[in-house]
């Protein structure tokens, strides 16, 4: 089964201080795409980062990177310097065959 | 503005009824997502489109269908509404699989 996992429901970070959300996924094949999503109140869905399988270098967008690890099938989004405006819903998501897997969210506290 | 179009943005209806919702691409992307999103959950793939032609089936109950026509809008139809199927229902287009997935803001659906 190809699959998404995001084992953190919440997670809260001090503003100015450093987070990381976890992503796991299960595949068979070699190259796919991951990303990190934002969903803020509004509901719309932001892309934050996007990765490729095949290349080794890990995304950075700004404050937001990953640390992309193939073997071990893992993703997780490092946000620095942490800002009131970064709270929102954070989804791990990835091109798997012809669809596009989304784990369960984990909602980000940013605590003033 | 994320470039894809959905319409209604908000939508009321009864148990039992039928509507339509409607999505356009970004320009120039050929493929379009449907994704249900229900309170507090994560995105359930429904069906995607490329250039017309159905690509890949996910979640999607047979009380749902959709379509994609030559100008590379997609409609999606719900029928037989049950209260369960209140949601927010997504539409996402990319030019192909693996790059640029951007989403719409979204159709509020209500089933009253």
């Known amino acids: 089964a190809q699959t998404v996992t995001q084992s953190q429901p919440e997670m809260s970070v001090q503003e100015a201080e450093t987070v990381t959300l976890s992503c796991t996924y299960d595949t068979s094949e070699s190259d796919y795409y991951l990303f990190w999503y934002k969903q803020p109140p509004s509901r719309q869905m932001i892309l934050v980062i996007r990765q490729e399988a095949y290349k080794q270098q890990n995304a950075t967008e700004n404050r937001f990177s990953v640390n992309f690890q193939k073997a071990a099938k893992s993703f997780s989004l490092k946000i620095s310097d942490s800002q009131l405006g970064d709270a929102a819903m954070y989804f791990c998501a990835s091109t798997l065959g012809n669809q596009f897997y989304f784990g369960t969210g984990t909602s980000l506290t940013v605590i003033p | 503005d994320s470039g894809v179009t959905q319409t209604p943005k908000h939508l009321i209806t009864a148990t039992g009824q039928r509507v339509t919702l409607r999505c356009s691409p970004r320009?120039?992307?050929?493929?379009v997502y449907w994704y249900q999103q229900s309170l507090d959950q994560g995105l359930q793939f429904l069906i995607q489109?490329?250039?017309?032609?159905?690509?890949a089936k996910g979640n999607i109950l047979e009380r749902f269908s959709a379509q994609q026509f030559p100008d590379l809008h997609s409609e999606l139809n719900l029928s037989s509404l049950e209260l369960g199927d209140s949601a927010l229902y997504f539409c996402a287009s990319s030019l192909r699989d693996g790059v640029g997935y951007t989403f719409g803001s979204g159709t509020r659906l209500t089933v009253v």
């Open positions: 489109y490329y250039n017309g032609e159905e690509r």
């Open positions: 320009s120039g992307d050929l493929s």
